[in-house]
């Protein structure tokens, strides 16, 4: 079992920047793929960034690319996101989440049903 917290929320005015982190706890994250999706009010929950277990490889979200990135550092367990240049349509709450390497996330590695293990949330407010 893995036990995600997520943290670094709060609000924040447009224009401007947070970081979220994402510690795990229960086992080792290393060789997870990890991401964060969010989700707004009244609206499904979307994937935003992704990165495998080898921090070789990352993918966004179009609506992000270019403002935020993802990272992680296997050795204390934690996966970041760093969040610049924040636009009020980015106000959701902000999921880590962690996946097995098994065929379901081959096949639709940007999908939340390829993600076994999630954290409770932050909650992300960027006011215009």
């Known amino acids: 079992q893995v036990q995600l917290v997520e943290s670094g929320g709060g609000l924040v005015q447009a224009g401007g920047s947070l970081r979220l982190s994402c510690l795990a706890s229960?086992?080792?994250?290393?060789?997870?793929?990890m991401a964060w999706f969010r989700q707004a009010p009244g609206k499904a929950r979307e994937f935003v960034a992704r990165?495998?277990?080898?921090?070789?490889?990352?993918a966004y979200a179009d609506s992000v690319k270019g403002r935020f990135t993802i990272s992680r550092t296997n050795a204390q367990n934690t996966v970041s996101l760093q969040m610049n240049s924040l636009k009020p349509e980015d106000t959701a709450v902000y999921y880590c989440?962690?996946?097995?390497?098994?065929?379901?996330?081959?096949?639709?590695?940007?999908?939340?049903?390829?993600?076994?293990?999630w954290g409770q949330g932050t909650q992300v407010t960027v006011s215009s």
């Open positions: 229960g086992r080792t994250i290393s060789a997870m793929p």
């Open positions: 989440a962690a996946a097995r390497r098994d065929s379901l996330w081959y096949t639709a590695p940007l999908s939340d049903q390829a993600y076994e293990y």
């Open positions: 990165i495998n277990w080898s921090n070789s490889i990352t």
